[in-house]
């Protein structure tokens, strides 16, 4: 199963854009990479998913290397509400019909007024 | 639509008690997980369910239990509390029928052992 990379912590003026990189080298062809967060004490949220190609929605931008071999979870405008820690999850080829999401620590984004 | 919903939101157990937390989602999801958050640390997946009678161990089982009577409801039973036990537990469902369907949480259940 592929693995990620994240930096542990980062920091993010509010209303700037805050990217978020993830390394995941060892990504198969047929597994997505998944982006989810984490505020304080609540449950994940999900955020965004992509296979190969750039995907964007309400929320945010991921954007995906040609090679797959890294991500970037870009937030257009920050807010404060955006403090959390935010996962980078690559889902593990389907034995049967699983989908379980391998989590690692995440990048905790303070967003600075 | 109320999504994953548990219950209760806070518990403390002394050694060698026994309690189930529920969960249950009112979106029709087959696949249902439990995990179990240490402070500081990722999710951990304790048990998962793939539509009603079917349940299937994750990464740390032991002392825990399932049961998928419903597709709604999926209970997790801790028969004989450990401090080790103490974490916050959360529930999640997915789709199974769109490939890369994301998982919806519930808010968690932070239970300590004493």
């Known amino acids: 199963d592929a693995k990620t990379t994240q930096p542990t912590s980062m920091d993010c003026a509010e209303g700037r854009a805050a990217n978020l990189p993830c390394n995941h080298s060892?990504?198969?062809?047929?597994?997505?990479v998944y982006w989810y967060r984490q505020i304080h004490s609540q449950g994940p949220q999900y955020i965004i998913h992509g296979l190969k190609n750039n995907e964007t929605n309400e929320m945010a931008s991921l954007i995906i290397t040609e090679d797959r071999k890294s991500s970037t979870l870009i937030l257009p405008h920050a807010t404060l509400r955006d403090t959390a820690v935010y996962y980078c999850i690559v889902r593990p080829s389907n034995a049967g019909n699983n989908r379980k999401l391998i989590w690692g620590l995440g990048t905790s984004l303070g967003v600075n007024p | 639509n109320a999504g994953v919903t548990q219950t209760p939101k806070f518990r403390i157990l002394k050694i060698g008690q026994s309690m189930t937390l529920q969960c249950t989602q009112d979106m029709n999801h087959n696949y249902m997980y439990w995990y179990r958050q240490d402070p500081g640390m990722g999710l951990k997946l304790i048990y998962y369910s793939v539509g009603a009678g079917i349940t299937d161990k994750g990464e740390v089982p032991n002392g825990y239990n399932v049961s998928r009577s419903t597709t709604e409801d999926f209970p997790l039973r801790l028969e004989l509390a450990a401090p080790s036990q103490t974490s916050v537990y959360f529930c999640a469902s997915s789709s199974r029928d769109r490939a890369g369907a994301e998982a919806f949480f519930g808010q968690g259940t932070r239970l300590t052992v004493v």
């Open positions: 060892t990504i198969s062809g047929n597994e997505y």
